[in-house]
């Protein structure tokens, strides 16, 4: 690490001089790190479920393309990014644990209410619901992870628990794929859901909130000092790398989401007949083929690429913070024309093929990008900047990546008469652009986050 790295003073005056939360054992680490990444698994199993059902459910309730944008994204969106802040206000001094049990909750059942919904309006309301509990995960997953990990372990393990990502779209598209041509579109949603009732009470009763084992005085002192919202917002302000991290993430979503929500309908629409003759040799219908497929290819790619994010920062970030954003400033663009070409060849092979090649490229930066975060704060801020992070992170990509590739593929196919096979292809081929917009911003953010880092 650069000296003076860890030393630079916050917008609220520097570092508090507050007591340390206690540290956890090597295997209580590494088993809570376990339950909260399967926690996460279903938190984006739940969440991009939605992606592999879109047709039929279009099909069914007679939707447009920016109708199944609304419902894979902005309905879910809205209300996950504005309860994220003062969710995780609350778990900057409330228990932590209980709190993701009470979201894993929330999520599951409105999860499996999707199952049920008869028309567009339900559906939306639905999605509204999985995003309101989805909102209390992430940010007291995060500032546990931080207490429980040593700093120069953070990458790795924030980048494991970010596993849940690939992961959890994979098995969305699987789940989603083969219990959808079996039984239908309703009873995924309602078989995804369930898992999370037990994952609830795993979290409730064995997760441990570290703060509970600091003696009385020390966590009156801790409490005291953690920062209100305004000192909060004036501590986050103040730090031009994180903005910069979470503007350029925050585009980087904007196509993923997007890409996330329309890759099966681009492959329903361009590769059909070749889809089935592939679905008819494993005994498959098409969307049971192609949720294997897509999951996969882009769920264990993904994986790779979030695992190797991590440790390479972990590696590298230990000699050069900026590490942490170089890591993702390259590989963000070397995965735009892996992304274009597999959008643009008629083989449905060789299409596969190549978008494998981008999710281990566009996933490298959840390690390093959400350690630079943690570190560029104080302990006691860590829940609130991961809330400010998502916030933007997913109003501008979840909330509006679905819709803008829909409304884009509905323009292109209807007014510019393309028709909606090309109008989806061109809309995902010009979004994918949008990557070296955010490759420059993670590279722009080198620049002070050394300076800037304080824990």
Known sequence: MQAGA?????????????????????????YALWVLLIIYILNFLDRQIVAILAEPIKN???????QLGVMTGLAFALFYTFLGIPIARVAERGNRPL???????????????????????QLVLCRIGVGVGEAGCTPPAHSLISDYTPREKRASALA??????????????????????????RMAFIVAGAPGVLMALVAAFTLREPRRQMLAADLAARRAAAPSLGEAWAELRSK??????????????????GAAAFLAPFFFRNHAESLADMADGFGLGIAGFLGVALGLILGLTGAVGTWLGGFLADKHGAKDLRA?????????????PFYIVGLTVENTTLALAMLAFPPVLNTLWYGPGYAAVQG????????????????????????????????ISDLLS?????????????SLILFTLFGLVASTLFWMARKTLREETVS
């Open 240 to 257: 031009r790398a994180f903005w910069l991290i979470a503007f350029g993430a925050a585009i980087k979503a904007f196509i993923g989401y």
């Open 6 to 30: 860890g030393k630079a003073p916050s917008a609220a005056g520097g570092p508090s001089p507050v007591p340390a939360v206690p540290p956890v054992s090597d295997g209580y680490r590494r």
């Open 160 to 185: 494991f628990y970010s596993l849940g990502t690939p992961l959890g779209g994979l098995l969305g598209m699987l789940l989603g794929g083969l219990i959808g041509d079996a039984w239908g579109w």
């Open 99 to 121: 709190i993701i049990a009470a979201a894993v909750g929330t999520w599951s059942g409105f999860t499996a209410l999707c199952g049920m919904a008869q028309n567009f309006t």
């Open 60 to 66: 069914e309730l007679h939707l447009a393309d920016w």
């Open 414 to 426: 209807g007014p510019m008469g393309l028709g909606s096979a090309e109008g989806v292809r061109w």
């Open 324 to 336: 942490y954003m170089s890591i993702p400033a390259v590989s963000t663009a070397m995965g735009i």
């Open 376 to 407: 560029l704060v104080r302990p006691q801020t860590r829940a609130t900047a991961t809330a400010v992070l998502l916030f933007i992170i997913n109003l501008i990509g979840l909330g509006l990546g679905p819709l803008g590739v829909g409304a």
